[in-house]
């Protein structure tokens, strides 16, 4: 009895001093605004954001397995992303939505039904937001190819656009984007002020998918793009009102160079204030655009003119320039970590691990890098 008397008193003791015990709250972080040297690394499900100055990670946002990109829109404080769902993991009923993220919290806020036809790719150009910071555009293939435009201030589905033949979405002036066809052509399409189509203007062919096929990845220059061949041809693209103009191609290759060619899974990137372009090569043959770089060669565009190359530290897949006075290049390598080096001493200044699981891309975040 006395035993029992004892361990009474210890249990209303234990429940008393329980009771004087405030429950701890779950606190939140908040990120802070992007610096001119942040990036974003895309991933199997999620994307991180790092600061290339301290390699520091500052976030990230949790996306579906079928992401194929993150649409940065930083004056409003969003982030943008189309995102599919399946009720069973990788089968059963699907469910495609845009996102819409706080670029603080990195919570959603808001979600948008879209057509269940989201190309499933991992594709910066798949997701673009156009000038007029309204409609965000999705390219979509079920294997018939269309874009899906939502108004992101009215948070509403607009319509589909059947798109035949064409991908990717480059944002030019005035509510257009330009897209590339697979009959070496570009298509350029430019919506009204409720985000439906107007009108629609086909370039003339230049380039020919059998002998020379460009890239599907793509740089973006100040007034336009820049397209970039297999065997190493350069084309600068921009628009001007409903006209499509397409520059003279000029090689990065000389006789000197045979038997290097571009590649990698994003082979191109691009310092607008210095207009030079950096490019991922690799020696090999046709047929291996995907292999990644061992050498990175600098290109003025301006001058059609290699002006410097580098040997990596490590074999990369995906390059990419931060848009700073001293820009910083970036590459994912194949180990799966970030290098980052000065852009013009060409020196490694750091190595960044664990990126997330299975890295696929790079990308900036000033609009459309």
């Known amino acids: 009895m006395r035993l029992m008397f004892i361990l009474g008193l210890l249990l209303f003791s234990a429940v008393g001093a329980r009771a004087d015990i405030q429950p701890e709250e779950v606190g939140r972080e908040m990120m802070a605004a992007p610096g001119a040297g942040w990036f974003l690394v895309e991933s199997f ?143 350029l399409i430019r919506l009204d002020t409720d985000g439906k189509e107007a009108k629609r203007v086909r370039s003339e062919k230049f380039f020919d998918i059998e002998a020379d096929p460009v890239f599907d990845q793509v740089a973006r220059t100040e007034t336009g793009w820049i397209l970039l061949s297999h065997a190493g041809n350069v084309f600068q693209v921009k628009t001007d009102k409903d006209r499509i103009e397409i520059s003279k191609p000029f090689p990065i290759l000389t006789q000197a160079d045979e038997g290097w060619r571009p590649g990698g899974y994003q082979p191109l990137g691009f310092h607008r204030d210095s207009h030079v372009l950096y490019i991922l090569m690799h020696e090999g043959g046709v047929d291996t655009h995907y292999e990644s770089g061992t050498e990175v060669w600098l290109v003025d565009i301006d001058r059609g003119k290699r002006i410097g190359r580098f040997a990596l530290d490590e074999a990369s897949k995906a390059v990419q320039v931060t848009q700073e006075a001293v820009p910083l290049l970036l590459t994912l390598t194949d180990k799966g970590s970030v290098d980052v080096y000065d852009g013009q001493l060409l020196r490694r200044l750091r190595s960044i691990d664990g990126v997330g699981p299975s890295p696929l891309f790079l990308q900036t975040l000033g609009r459309h890098d």
């Open 45 to 187: 499900n999620a994307a991180w954001f790092f600061d290339s100055h301290t390699g520091e990670m500052q976030g990230s946002l949790s996306l579906s397995e079928y992401t194929p990109a993150v649409e940065p829109n930083l004056p409003k404080g969003e982030f943008y992303s189309a995102d599919s769902f399946y009720s069973r993991g990788v089968r059963g009923e699907r469910d495609d939505v845009l996102t819409i993220w706080d670029a603080k919290t990195l919570s959603p806020k808001g979600e948008v039904p879209i057509p269940k036809k989201t190309a499933t790719l991992w594709f910066r150009n798949y997701i673009s937001l156009l000038d007029d910071d309204r409609h965000v555009v999705v390219f979509n293939m079920t294997p018939a190819q269309s874009v899906s435009v939502v108004d992101v201030a009215r948070k509403k589905f607009v319509g589909e656009i059947a798109t035949s033949g064409c991908a990717l979405i480059l944002p030019e002036p005035n509510r257009a984007f330009l897209m590339l066809c697979g009959d070496g052509t570009l298509q």
